[in-house]
């Protein structure tokens, strides 16, 4: 693990909506708009999104899929509770990624991430798919 950086594991809020179950300890800096957690031979970026329309988790899945580019395979939908999942490898500047797409009413959180070892990969497909919405209730909502 790299020192200068802090170290997160086990369930991590991405923001007030959304939370991520980390099986690994992961180094935590941001990138722009974007989380990154790392180690050794795997990179997980992560990009959070508030509702940009009206459409239900599934609808967005559907037009999400109707732009993936040619070289998106091994895609994978699912329904889970409230949120629906897209996930598929696809090519991105020569390297091949793990990309997800976790829809809710309320946004989405996408997840792309850099295996360099294949011994990585079960631990990004888990982290994929632990994201789930998980709204902090504000003090204003007790009643």
Same mark, same amino acid.
């Given at each position: ?17 959304? $939370? $991520?179950? %980390?099986? $690994? ?8 708009? @974007?989380? $990154? ?6 990179? %997980?970026? *992560? ?7 009206? %459409? ?11 732009? %993936?580019? +040619? ?7 699912? @329904? ?9 490898? !696809? !090519?991105?500047? !020569? ?5 997800? *797409? ?7 959180? +996408? ?6 070892? !294949? ?25």
């Amino acid at each position: 693990m790299h020192p200068d950086f802090p170290i997160v594991q086990g369930s991590y809020r991405l923001s007030p909506a959304w $939370v $991520v179950d %980390l099986p $690994v300890e992961l180094n935590r800096r941001l990138d722009g708009d @974007e989380l $990154v957690l790392w180690r050794a031979g795997l990179s %997980l970026r *992560f990009t959070v999104q508030t509702g940009d329309d009206d %459409l239900a988790p599934v609808e967005r899945i559907a037009r999400e899929r109707l732009v %993936l580019g +040619e070289g998106a395979r091994d895609v994978e939908e699912e @329904e889970d509770g409230d949120v629906a999942r897209m996930t598929f490898t !696809d !090519d991105e500047e !020569d390297r091949e990624v793990l990309r997800a *797409f976790v829809f809710h009413d309320a946004g989405h959180v +996408e997840v792309v991430a850099h295996v360099d070892e !294949d011994v990585h990969e079960p631990t990004a497909r888990a982290v994929m798919a632990s994201v789930r919405h998980s709204a902090v209730a504000r003090p204003s909502d007790a009643a």
